[in-house]
């Protein structure tokens, strides 16, 4: 997985409640169980008409933010259904960072596995946070991991909670296999001296 230690920019601003993982990506796009592809069926009820057509009305359509990295959302993001397509469909359109005041457990806990950081910040924070979002192509936010900070673009400066666990495994590219990989050579020479001592196990 790819390391995440400070990544600067543009913030798409979501400002919806209660976005759940099938808004994030709907159902019809869950029958591979491949991480790639699936970036077009992002939000795909909300980007594209009933013509498959895009509507222009929708943040990701908009030429500012058709490149956006960064998601600024409203409360409850990533509720519904435990679908870890849904981190996927983020990072294959482009999105490494989520930011809100809370986050589904399932979902936050999903995104550190697959490289995307989820943050919580407060309500204040999000407000300032998503004005800064809504500066279009101005809107460029820099998130340092290492600091646990985000800068807007006026040179604001905020800062985040994070598990150092969590931080540990983002800022290193550890997925649970990774973590594994971690303790290859222990792993090894336990299975070595298994095969010694317990030739028949």
Not at 96 to 112: E, L, P, Q
């Amino acid at each position: 997985m790819q390391k995440f230690d400070v990544l600067t920019g543009v913030a798409a601003p979501l400002p919806i409640i209660n976005i759940d993982t099938d808004m994030i990506i709907p159902k019809q796009y869950l029958k591979t169980i491949k991480r790639t592809g699936l970036g077009k069926g992002l939000f795909s009820e909300m980007r594209y008409k009933q013509d498959g057509s895009e509507n222009p009305d929708f943040v990701l359509n908009k030429d500012a933010y058709r490149k956006a990295e960064i998601l600024v959302a409203g409360d409850n993001f990533g509720c519904g259904s435990s679908r870890e397509h849904a981190p996927w469909a983020l990072l294959d359109f482009g999105i490494r960072c989520v930011i809100s005041t809370s986050f589904a457990d399932i979902f936050y806990n999903n995104c550190f596995k697959n490289g995307v950081l989820p943050i919580v910040v407060s309500p204040e924070d999000l407000k300032k946070l998503m004005d800064d979002a809504e500066r279009g192509a101005n809107a460029t936010l820099t998130v340092d991991l290492v600091s646990q900070t985000i800068k807007g673009p006026d040179g604001g400066s905020i800062s985040f909670e994070m598990d150092a666990f969590k931080k540990h495994c983002m800022l290193n590219g550890l997925d649970d296999i990774g973590l594994t990989l971690e303790k290859a050579s222990s792993i090894t020479s336990f299975e070595q001296k298994t095969a010694t001592s317990r030739p028949w196990a």
